[in-house]
């Protein structure tokens, strides 16, 4: 009777950890895609603050041409921005006026 008593509990408790691993391979893979989604967000950040910076230099290379300052680089300067925004609008698509 304990033998049968100890196979049936044992049995029980099997089913209790099968559950238990099945829950946790849920929550890892949960944490897995938080953890993707948290880092893909921070590279769009960083994205974006780079654009944010060259948009800057563009709008300062624009003004010092508008205003006469300008300096031997200025036009190939602006034409660079220019181009680094373009990529950044390919892999990150249309920047807007914010």
């Known amino acids: 009777m ?9 049995g029980v408790f099997m089913g209790f ?13 949960a944490a897995k895609d938080a953890a993707q ?3 893909a967000k921070v590279e769009e ?11 800057r230099d563009l709008g300062f290379a624009v003004f010092l041409q508008m205003t006469n300052r300008s300096t031997p680089s200025t036009e190939a300067d602006i034409a660079a921005h220019v181009e680094t925004l373009k990529l950044y609008e390919s892999e990150h698509g249309e920047i807007e006026p914010s």
Request: glycine letters at 6%; zero cysteines.
């Open 45 to 55: 950040v960083q994205a974006k603050r780079a654009a944010d910076g060259v948009l």
């Open 17 to 29: 950890m099968d559950k238990v691993k099945e829950q946790a391979s849920v929550a890892a893979a």
């Open 37 to 39: 989604k948290g880092q």
């Open 2 to 10: 304990v033998r049968i008593i100890s196979h049936i509990t044992r």
